[in-house]
């Protein structure tokens, strides 16, 4: 048995009052948006592009947009840290060439370089 929210009498459920023949089926709900604030909080643009610059994401950290600030940081401390690796095996490399090659010449053998023979 259902309350007919018209009449307020028992009713059996389906999906109109037997008695007054109103609808007794749930009435939906609409949520009210949130009342807009007054002003919205004022944001320095000059601060939030130095925020950026020192650390990557500060800026849109600073502007509210947390998840976009540290997916960035993120990212770049990724960049970083692949670009250090790289640099790490390029100067690897160079390390080994200029040895091995001082060696070379130390023994008297021809070495060449990428533009000219030495």
Do not use: H
């Not at 919205?40 to 998840?67: D, E, H, R």
């Amino acid at each position: 048995m259902v309350i007919c929210q018209n009449c307020g009498k028992d009713t059996p459920e389906g999906k109109f009052c037997e008695y007054c023949g109103g609808s007794i089926q749930a009435a939906q709900t609409y949520q009210q948006p949130p009342p807009a604030t007054a002003k919205a909080q004022v944001k320095n643009p000059i601060l939030a592009l130095i925020a950026s610059f020192i650390i990557c994401g500060v800026g849109q950290m600073y502007n509210g947009q947390i998840l976009k600030g540290v997916i960035l940081l993120v990212v770049m401390i990724i960049i970083y840290a692949l670009a250090g690796w790289v640099a790490l095996i390029v100067t690897l490399y160079a390390m080994y060439d200029a040895y091995t090659t001082a060696v070379k010449i130390n023994n008297g053998e021809v070495v060449e370089t990428w533009t000219t023979r030495a």
